[in-house]
């Protein structure tokens, strides 16, 4: 079991370049996450994925776009790259809520990380 | 718009010593999850708290969620290197949207 991962680890763009994310886990789960953590700022969510085929906003979606063609995949497009989005991106996969008999949120698990630096 | 906020934002200790962050908001929360981050790594699960008064033990670890469901605290008993991480509380304010996470508490263990 992989879990999950993430390509590339890290990458280096020049304003107005356009790249796209992936990520993949193995792990059969339903839900997955892209989230960018940047120093002070703790993880604040960008988009989600409830199942395949369905994507939705999450706090900061704006200069991102997502598909979830397959379950297992979930990409992560910057479609005109800004040095505001220099910044280390995760991925993360659950279970729905409530899966495991409790009211509370599944264990989300995360991938090792991808380091975008936007000159 | 719910308010959450962790203290201290960084923590710097000698091995040994004991320590408490917290996670604080102005909503109340129907759970809520602790994670720990290594340095170059994603977050990992350290507990899941439910229940108001709740309190959850993992090794040297004691995990405290409040009576009023608006806090919950980390209490780490002879602190270690190894403990040395980002510690993130994630509230589940609605059980029907996705977990909002606070900035974190930055623990350094010097040894």
């Known amino acids: 079991n992989a879990g999950v991962t993430q390509t590339p680890k890290f990458r280096v763009l020049k304003t107005g370049q356009s790249m796209t994310l992936l990520c993949a886990q193995d792990m059969n789960h339903e839900y997955m996450y892209w989230y960018r953590q940047d120093p002070g700022m703790g993880l604040r969510l960008i988009h989600y994925s409830v199942g395949e085929g369905t994507t939705a906003k999450g706090e900061v979606p704006d200069g991102y776009n997502v598909s979830r063609l397959k379950k297992q995949n979930f990409l992560l497009g910057l479609e005109s790259a800004a040095p505001s989005q220099t910044s280390v991106y995760f991925c993360?996969?659950?279970?729905?809520?409530?899966?495991?008999?409790?009211?509370?949120?599944?264990?989300?698990?995360f991938g090792p990380g991808t380091r975008l630096l936007v000159l | 718009t719910q308010l959450l906020e962790q203290s201290p934002q960084f923590l710097s200790i000698q091995e040994g010593e004991n320590l408490t962050v917290y996670c604080n908001s102005s909503s109340v929360f129907s759970s809520l999850q602790w994670y720990r981050q290594e340095p170059g790594e994603g977050p990992v699960l350290l507990v899941t708290v439910v229940t108001g008064g709740e309190v959850k033990k993992l090794k040297r670890l004691t995990f405290q969620f409040g009576d009023a469901r608006k806090d919950s605290s980390l209490h780490i008993t002879a602190a270690q290197p190894g403990d040395t991480g980002l510690y993130l509380c994630a509230p589940d304010f609605s059980g029907n949207t996705p977990l909002v996470f606070g900035k974190g508490t930055r623990l350094s263990v010097i040894a």
């Open positions: 993360a996969s659950s279970k729905p809520p409530g899966t495991s008999g409790s009211r509370a949120q599944e264990t989300q698990y």
